[in-house]
């Protein structure tokens, strides 16, 4: 079994930065893959990056270029900087593995963005 642990949201002021984490513990195999999605009062869930454990990563055109994420295979960690925040990435934000057909979520950890 997987459990995901994320930390690191908070409030913070357009423009400004957050880092978020996310700790995987149980069983983690290479072929998985992790990522965050997050998700703003009324939406659904979106993607907004994943990275593979060879450290292959895919971005949401809305956070390329101020998001980054990032792994630690020996931690079974990932990260998510987020950069230039704007008041529209206020959301959930989950973490998530995914193993073949399989997912497994975080909690989830809240970031506000104010104007």
């Known amino acids: 079994q997987v459990q995901l642990v994320e930390s690191g949201g908070g409030l913070v002021q357009a423009g400004g930065s957050l880092r978020l984490s996310c700790a995987a513990s149980?069983?983690?195999?290479?072929?998985?893959?992790m990522g965050w999605y997050r998700q703003a009062p009324g939406k659904q869930r979106e993607l907004v990056a994943r990275?593979?454990?060879?450290?292959?990563?895919n971005y949401a055109d809305a956070v390329k270029g101020r998001f980054t994420i990032s792994g630690d295979n020996a931690k079974n960690t990932v990260y998510l900087q987020m950069n230039g925040l704007k008041p529209e990435d206020t959301a959930v934000y989950y973490c998530?593995?995914?193993?073949?057909?399989?997912?497994?979520w975080g909690q989830g950890t809240q970031v506000t963005v104010s104007s």
């Open positions: 990275i593979t454990r060879a450290g292959r990563t």
């Open positions: 149980g069983k983690i195999f290479s072929s998985d893959t």
């Open positions: 998530q593995l995914r193993r073949g057909w399989d997912d497994y």
